[in-house]
T-cell receptor
């Protein structure tokens, strides 16, 4: 009965590869997010989708491409991975239109290590 | 633009002692404030939030926080900590209206010492 689930939990890959992280939420939420947490625990939003539409797109290299096939899924595809992409990536979801007053529910994270 | 400052990167405290984790924010508009907790190898979980109304907000696990508009602070407190409270705590701020992103602080590591 996991609310927000991400796969895989760990991902180790070589520089230059392309990889995807999948996220699914069963909470019926309309808004989903991708966050990046770096080695210093700093958490920064990357993307936000509401009902499959992109609503927040922070300054993120275009090697990162989110895809939302339906409002319950938001996948993250990363091309040409670089060492600096190593981080923990969190998927999250919230109710409504992602207004600032709503609680975000987070997945357990995907630890990406680029070697 | 909005920002969050968590003044302490680490806070060691003995079990059953009180603790305060400090958070200051800046924003040019009305704000919503949150505290999230992250246990090891887990995602973030909401502890409490301030949207409006009473400035003293009570959350889960015995935590509470007080919104102080004049000091632009939202400090988190617990009168008696347990070993299980050892975790990373994140203060976050967002602005009212429309699609808004949440800005997180850098986190405070609470280490409860037995």
């Amino acid at each position: 009965d996991t609310a927000v689930s991400q796969t895989p939990k760990y991902l180790v890959t070589q520089m230059g590869n392309d990889k995807s992280i999948k996220c699914e939420q069963n909470l019926g939420h309309d808004t989903m997010y991708w966050y990046k947490q770096d080695s210093k625990k700093f958490l920064k939003i990357m993307f936000s989708y509401n009902n499959k539409e992109l609503i927040i797109n922070e300054t993120v290299p275009n090697r990162f491409s989110p895809k939302s096939p339906d409002k319950a899924h938001l996948n993250l595809h990363i091309n040409s991975l670089e060492l600096g992409d190593s981080a923990v990536y969190f998927c999250a979801s919230s109710t409504g239109q992602g207004a600032g007053d709503t609680e975000a529910f987070f997945g357990q994270g995907t630890r990406l290590t680029v070697v | 633009a909005q920002s969050v400052t968590q003044l302490d990167s680490q806070v060691p405290v003995f079990e059953e002692a009180p603790v305060e984790l400090r958070c200051n924010y800046s924003s040019s508009v009305s704000v919503y404030l949150f505290w999230y907790v992250q246990y090891p190898n887990q995602g973030l979980q909401l502890l409490l939030k301030y949207l409006s109304g009473s400035t003293l907000v009570k959350g889960i696990n015995g935590f509470e926080a007080e919104f102080n508009k004049s000091q632009t602070s939202f400090h988190l407190r617990k009168p008696s900590v347990h070993i299980s409270d050892t975790a990373e705590y994140f203060c976050a701020v967002s602005s009212s209206g429309g699609y808004q992103k949440v800005t997180f602080g850098i986190g405070t590591k609470l280490q409860v010492i037995p």
